[in-house]
């Protein structure tokens, strides 16, 4: 079982916005920086945001992330087929002194 | 540009140790801190650990302390993680992760193409 909790799957048609949950603590997302990476079949996985909100050079705007309190965010707007992929969110561990991940979620585009 | 290029893994009988390694290549490894994160097959991503730019902290997952070691030689650009006593629930790919600069650990810009640890008799 994960310590951050993401849903197993998500869908979307192309073109609309999708937005993809994780759900921590005190110890974690409400206390550090939630990242998020997309890891497409058979790849390994690339830093899509960082420090809750911010996204790498070469990511697409269509990609955002937010946070409130102990929960992150990320939306995907003007879906693609190319962004099916497992979405993974992770932050630092404050109690445990661990990188935590949520247990991913697949996107499906319909 | 920005490499890291694991190696070491194999299929190995449990109880058994094994090195990896990770060589970086087109950036100062010696001012980045550098993750192991590991995907058993057909499963999520598991952080295993962490160590600092310069070796001084050191970071393990639960389920890999006191059996895992992670250790850098920043002479030679290089990441090992020494495992051992190994386990079957230990078989999965391998990852070195570069740490960002965007404050925390957890922030893994730049990822190897991993390397297959198989842990069976």
């Known amino acids: 079982q994960s310590v951050l909790t993401q849903p197993p799957s998500a869908s979307g048609t192309p073109g609309q916005r999708v937005t993809i949950s994780c759900s921590g603590s005190?110890?974690?997302?409400?206390?550090?920086?939630v990242y998020w990476y997309q890891q497409l079949p058979g790849m390994a996985p690339k830093l899509l945001i960082y420090?809750?909100?911010q996204r790498p050079s070469g990511v697409p705007d269509r990609f955002s992330g937010s946070k409130s309190g102990t929960s992150a965010s990320l939306a995907i707007s003007g879906l693609r087929s190319e962004d099916e992929a497992d979405y993974y969110c992770a932050a630092w561990d404050d109690s445990l002194s661990d990188v935590v991940f949520g247990g991913g979620t697949r996107l499906t585009v319909l | 540009q920005v490499q890291l290029v694991e190696s070491g893994g194999g299929v190995v009988q449990p109880r058994r140790s094994l090195r990896l390694s990770c060589a970086a290549s087109g950036f100062t490894f010696s001012s980045y801190a550098i993750h192991w994160v590991r995907q058993a097959p057909g499963k999520g991503l598991e952080w295993v650990a962490v160590?600092?730019?310069?070796?001084?902290?050191?970071y393990y997952a639960e389920s890999v302390k006191g059996r895992f070691t992670i250790s850098r030689d920043n002479s030679k650009n290089t990441l090992f993680l020494q495992m051992s006593s190994l386990r079957a629930e230990d078989t999965a790919v391998y990852y070195c992760?570069?740490?960002?600069?965007?404050?925390?650990?957890?922030?893994?810009?730049?990822w190897g193409q991993g390397t297959l640890v198989t842990v069976s008799s």
């Open positions: 420090s809750n909100n």
């Open positions: 992760a570069r740490d960002g600069v965007g404050g925390g650990y957890g922030d893994c810009d730049y």
């Open positions: 005190s110890s974690n997302i409400g206390s550090d920086y």
């Open positions: 160590i600092s730019y310069d070796g001084s902290n050191k």
